[in-house]
């Protein structure tokens, strides 16, 4: 099942933040999360596993609530660079190979 | 180091044809896994493979199979095109497990009149 994602879109001015939320009504082994710019392939951002551990980008911080079953993006002091399209993915199953489901992708602008 | 490589980057079929789609991974990448995007949908995924056997398998389909070969390339098949397979679609490769980073490839445009 896919994960929902909200907003939708959203537009920022350089400087101010933004938070990403995604949720899924199935039990989650681990989230992932990428950024795609127009035109290109989508871009590794975080991964967060079950039990609290996370692999990514030091710019870039996440939570993942196992309970809820939701994860959040938190992108702060924004910059243009930040534009794009993020993308959650729910792995539901053990440690024993991707079956992501990603959401439908929240469109972000970063504008000056 | 090389990163992935997909192949052909646009195609134009007819529907009821066929289409192969390759993808080289980065070397030492042993996993490979498929997504078809759509405007409407997103990022869905198709299938992964790992050391030529499919582990995992999304929600399509037979009409869309796959295979992984012993120098972990993969190749992609769609028989049988409908309209509403017209899509980018994308692989990515990782080194081994589910909770290692993907690394995606450019895409193959697949346009089906």
């Known amino acids: 099942q896919q994960p929902v994602q909200s907003p939708q879109a959203v537009i920022l001015r350089e400087g101010e933040d933004a938070v990403i939320n995604c949720s899924s009504s199935?039990?989650?082994?681990?989230v992932h999360w990428y950024r795609q710019k127009h035109g290109e392939a989508p871009v590794f951002l975080m991964i967060?596993?079950?039990?609290?551990e996370q692999k990514g980008h030091d710019k870039i911080s996440a939570s993942f609530n196992e309970k809820k079953q939701q994860s959040s993006l938190y992108l702060t002091a924004s910059q243009l660079s930040y534009s794009g399209t993020y993308f959650c993915?729910?792995?539901?199953?053990?440690?024993?190979?991707?079956?992501?489901?990603f959401g439908k992708g929240t469109s972000l602008l970063v504008t000056p | 180091k090389a990163g992935v490589t997909q192949t052909p980057r646009y195609l134009i079929k007819t529907r009821g044809q066929q289409v192969t789609l390759s993808c080289s991974p980065i070397?030492?990448?042993?996993?490979v896994s498929w997504y078809q995007q759509t405007p409407g949908q997103g990022l869905q995924f198709l299938f992964e493979?790992?050391?030529?056997?499919?582990?995992n398998k999304g929600n399509f389909p037979g009409r869309f199979s796959g295979r992984q070969f012993s120098n972990s390339r993969s190749e992609m098949n769609v028989s049988t095109l409908e309209l509403g397979d017209s899509a980018l679609y994308l692989c990515?490769?990782?080194?081994?497990?589910?909770?290692?980073?993907?690394?995606f490839g450019p895409g193959t445009r697949l346009t089906v009149t």
């Open positions: 070397s030492g990448h042993r996993s």
């Open positions: 199935k039990a989650l082994y681990s």
């Open positions: 493979y790992f050391s030529e056997t499919q582990r």
């Open positions: 967060l596993l079950k039990g609290g």
């Open positions: 990515a490769s990782s080194l081994l497990r589910g909770d290692d980073e993907q690394y």
């Open positions: 993915g729910f792995e539901g199953t053990s440690n024993s190979g991707y079956a992501l489901n």
